[in-house]
Structure formats: C-alpha cells, structure tokens
T-cell receptor, first 114, second 112 residues
Framework: DAGVTQSPTHLIKTRGQQVTLRCSPK?????VSWYQQALGQGPQFIFQ???????QRGNFPDRFSGHQFPNYSSELNVNALLLGDSALYLC?????????????FGPGTRLTVT | KQEVTQIPAALSVPEGENLVLNCSFT??????LQWFRQDPGKGLTSLLL?????REQTSGRLNASLDKSSGRSTLYIAASQPGDSATYLC???????????FGTGTRLQVTL
C-alpha cells in the first residue's frame, strides 16, 4: 500500500520564477491538503482539495494556487517566487467526511528560492 | 483563531528516562488531536490520534492524553532511546474539515 508521495524532493528556483509541486495521496484517500513549513516552525495550512475543488484556504496570497485531478492527485503552484517562499512543502491526504480525520503526510518538497 | 503552543521548545535527556511533552490549544472545540514525529528535513509521521471524545491513546512506549476542557494534551514517552531523538509536533483539527493547526514543536535529544 503506497503512502503519500511527493515530487520533486528538492528544488532550487530564482526570485520571480514559478514552481509546481506534485502530490499523490495514500491509496483510498480522496482529500489533499498542502502545508508550508518554514525552518524551525510548525507547518502552516495553505489549502485543501476535495472533488477537484478548493474547499478551505489558509492565509496565503493568490500567488499560491492548486489543482486536484480526477485520480485525486494534486499540484501546488506558486507564482512570482519570493525569498520568503523558501520552505518545506508538505502534502497530506485523508478521507473526506470520516469521523477521525487522520491525516497522512508525504516526505515533502524542499524549495529554495535564491 | 486556534493557537497551539508546545512546551518545552527543546529537551535533552539521558537514555532510559521517562519524559513528558506538553501541548496546549486555545479553542476547545476540536475534532481531534494528533501527535507527529519529524526527523530533520523529513516529512511528518503520525504517532497517535486522539478523538475529541477520548481521554488517551497508547502505542508501544507512547501514551497521549487529552483534556479538551482545559485545552491540554501530553505525550508521555517511556524508557527513552536515542532513536526517539526528533521533533515532536502536536496538531488539532477544528472546523468542518480536516485542517490541522500545528504547534512549533519540541525538539528532543536522547543521549547515550
């Protein structure tokens, strides 16, 4: 049973560029959430996708956008990269509407903006 | 707005000691609380999930308790080992979906 997978593992971009990160949820899960974790901090919620729609959004600017595909996988896009976007980006999957809402995390994508 | 605090921020103990990590949250209307482990530069591994109606959960040497009314949870680690060295994060789920609000973590080092 495959867990949550993310690609790429590491990424280096220049300020102003655009980046796309990818996530495949755990088998049987239909909901994907994205989190940003700056060094030394706890993860911060970016947004959540279910049925190919954004269901919730955290306090992140419109430069952060996403997409969910029919197979439940998801992409996170960040435009006009800033130095402050350097962080570990984590994807979590879960089952929508289940009572326990347990979430499973992927290994993350380390984004460095220079 | 839900806020989660973890104390202490860092902890160093000799191997074999029992230890307690603390987590507090400001809004008691939670669905559940999860404890995670994070190794440096890695993703999160779920350790324990406590539903809002439960008081505690146990897994091996780990025991987590939840006092929803006071907004507190503790993670007890028995007989610590060097392999337990990691950052431990607690997170709560509030609202109608599975958005997690995290604390900033406790960095644990278990020495030989």
């Amino acid at each position: 049973d495959a867990g949550v997978t993310q690609s790429p593992t590491h990424l280096i971009k220049t300020r102003g560029q655009q980046v796309t990160l990818r996530c495949s949820p755990k088998s049987g899960h239909d909901t994907v959430s994205w989190y940003q974790q700056a060094l030394g901090q706890g993860p911060q919620f970016i947004f959540q996708y279910y049925e190919e729609e954004e269901r919730q959004r955290g306090n992140f600017p419109d430069r952060f956008s996403g997409h969910q595909f029919p197979n439940y996988s998801s992409e996170l896009n960040v435009n006009a990269l800033l130095l402050g976007d350097s962080a570990l980006y984590l994807c979590a999957s879960s089952s929508w509407g289940t009572a326990n809402y347990e979430q499973y995390f992927g290994p993350g994508t380390r984004l460095t903006v220079t | 707005k839900q806020e989660v605090t973890q104390i202490p921020a860092a902890l160093s103990v000799p191997e074999g000691e029992n230890l307690v990590l603390n987590c507090s949250f400001t809004d008691s209307a939670i669905y559940n609380l999860q404890w995670f482990r994070q190794d440096p530069g890695k993703g999160l591994t779920s350790l324990l999930l406590i539903q809002s109606s439960q008081r505690e959960q146990t897994s091996g040497r780990l025991n987590a308790s939840l006092d929803k009314s006071s907004g507190r949870s503790t993670l007890y680690i028995a007989a610590s080992q060097p392999g337990d060295s990691a950052t431990y994060l607690c997170a709560v789920t509030t609202g109608t979906a599975s958005k997690l609000t995290f604390g900033t973590g406790t960095r644990l080092q278990v020495t030989l």
